[in-house]
């Protein structure tokens, strides 16, 4: 299984699009192949960040394992995404900024090489 964690602070329309291209590439995975751990690290009630969060877990079959983390305070991201890797289950890990996309020919040559 892969484990996808993103950690998000702010930042709405670059969340929105990582979410987006997050759900086109993983969309036809099978439900125990891929888990997302999802991470607001407190961001500003009008950003609408768990929202979005919320928005995307609902996109994907049941079965697909999203785990949100809202946190009440600043934890920056080197502590939030520690936080997010002890909860993930996955044989590989993926972190994603959220100020990145995500393609299918990413992933599979990041797989690819981790197989190595």
Do not use: C, K
């Amino acid at each position: 299984m892969l484990s996808v964690l993103v950690s998000f602070r702010n930042s709405r329309d670059r969340a929105s699009r990582l979410l987006q291209s997050m759900f086109r590439t993983f969309r036809h995975w099978a439900p125990g192949d891929v888990e997302f751990i999802l991470i607001d690290d407190n961001s500003d009630p009008g950003q609408q960040i768990p929202q979005l969060l919320g928005g995307f877990r609902q996109q994907f079959a049941a079965g697909t394992r999203v785990t949100e983390f809202l946190f009440r305070e600043h934890q920056h991201y080197s502590r939030a995404l520690a936080y997010g890797f002890s909860a993930a289950r996955g044989d590989n890990v993926l972190f994603v900024s959220h100020d990145m996309l995500v393609t299918p020919d990413y992933v599979r040559t990041l797989l690819a090489v981790a197989a190595l």
